[in-house]
């Protein structure tokens, strides 16, 4: 199977700021690579898929790179709704693994 | 456009439970869906999966055998039969749509708000 493994786990930010989140997979997953953002109680939203595309309506301050094995997922300026956590999940092969989440906290 | 679910709540080890799940604003029936689960604290896992006609279902391996993935693509209607339940399956599970997005990428687009299943003595 393949591991995902996404840092940091944790990550205080103010609003305005630029943050970067890292993903990456345990073997080439050229760009199957899906965002998702959980709020508390929430199911996840996808935000962006095939490692860079934005999902329709998620703002443009969210941006995906990455290819092979490593990903970014960057939000810039931080918006107070941004405080959530995020998560990577591959979608290379059928067991559409997920990384353990990134809390972004104020 | 929305999953709506129902059923979860609690029970001992060894028992059963079924959820339900329909999808509200579009047709489910047009859809491969999964079901997801997060344990406390934990992050997201897939537990089962059907086609859109129901022909075909998969299986972590982890539930296989006593989880059972179904859908009523008339009454717009997907389940989740689990049995013989244990700690271990204490966990929100979200019943999620599936789409091959720029017809090439799999993605889960849209998620249930999660249905809270505890398993306790």
């Known amino acids: 199977d393949i591991q995902m493994t996404q840092s940091p786990s944790s990550l205080s930010a103010s609003v305005g700021d630029r943050v970067t989140i890292v993903c990456r997979a345990s073997q080439n997953i050229n760009n199957f690579l899906n965002w998702y953002q959980q709020k508390p109680g929430k199911g996840p939203e996808l935000l962006i898929f095939a490692a860079t595309t934005l999902q329709t309506g998620v703002p443009s301050r969210f941006s995906g790179s990455g290819s092979g094995t490593d990903f970014t997922l960057t939000i810039s300026p931080l918006q107070p709704d941004d405080f959530a956590t995020y998560y990577c999940q591959q979608s290379f092969t059928s067991s559409y693994s997920f990384g353990q989440g990134t809390t972004l906290q104020i | 456009v929305q999953v709506v679910k129902s059923g979860g709540g609690e029970t001992q080890p060894g028992g059963s439970l079924r959820l339900s799940c329909e999808g509200s604003g579009f047709s489910l029936s047009r859809y491969w869906m999964y079901w997801v689960r997060q344990a406390p604290g934990q992050g997201l896992v897939w537990v089962a999966r059907?086609?859109?006609?129901?022909?075909?279902?998969g299986y972590a391996d982890n539930v296989k055998g006593r989880f059972t993935i179904s859908r009523d693509n008339a009454n717009n209607a997907l389940y989740l039969q689990m049995n013989s339940l244990s700690a271990e399956d204490t966990a929100f599970y979200y019943c999620v749509r599936y789409r091959l997005l720029g017809e090439l990428f799999p993605a889960l687009d849209r998620w249930g708000q999660g249905i809270r299943v505890t398993v306790s003595s």
């Open positions: 059907i086609n859109s006609d129901g022909s075909s279902t």
